[in-house]
């Protein structure tokens, strides 16, 4: 397989919104009620990411193979409170389902990771729902580790999901 990660461009945005959707209501099956992941609305998505990508933030890449978008990744500088400026954030990372376990995940971490280090970030944190053992496992194979006291609960689709914030240096 060949994966070729670039910066996104905003003819980009549809395909993220559409991926983003797809992932999201794979990964959140079980979690998040039916209900609300069928109401996930790509336009929305679209207009974000849309944002998103004309004014950098976050800066997002997305991994290509055959012409067509498989993954994106979002990382800026944390949005945490009180954290250093040297902290960065990985705001989003998703691969489309029919790519998992293929090496998109990791080659968008290593894009992320580079233009982090440009940013002169030293170390990086992304947000994970504890029930997501898919993205935990992925985040602590890229050398992640868990900070238990940082959990908190997020209300998404009026579900609590319970978030655990993970960190590693980017040195």
């Known amino acids: 397989m060949s994966i070729q990660v670039r910066p996104a461009t905003l003819r980009d945005a549809k395909a993220i919104a559409q991926l983003h959707t797809l992932s999201a209501q794979t990964v959140y099956k079980g ?12 336009e929305r998505r679209q207009a974000y990411w849309r944002e998103a990508i004309e004014y950098c933030e976050p800066q997002v890449q997305v991994a290509v193979e055959d012409d067509k978008i498989v993954g994106f990744v979002g ?11 040297t902290t960065g954030e990985i705001w989003a990372i998703y691969a489309a389902p ?16 580079e233009g982090l280090q440009e940013e002169g970030c030293t170390n990086v944190t992304a947000w994970v729902p504890l029930r997501n053992e898919r993205a935990i496992r992925f985040h602590e194979l890229a050398g992640f580790k868990r900070e238990m006291s940082t959990a908190k609960t997020a ?11 993970l960190k590693r240096s980017l040195n």
């Open 155 to 165: 209300v998404v689709g009026g579900v609590k999901i319970e978030e655990v914030r």
């Open 98 to 113: 029919s790519h998992w376990n293929q090496g998109v995940g990791l080659a968008l971490w290593d894009a992320a990771r």
């Open 31 to 42: 979690l998040i009620p039916d209900e609300h992941l069928k109401t996930m609305s790509v």
């Open 75 to 85: 990382y800026d500088r944390s949005r945490d409170e009180k954290s250093r400026p």
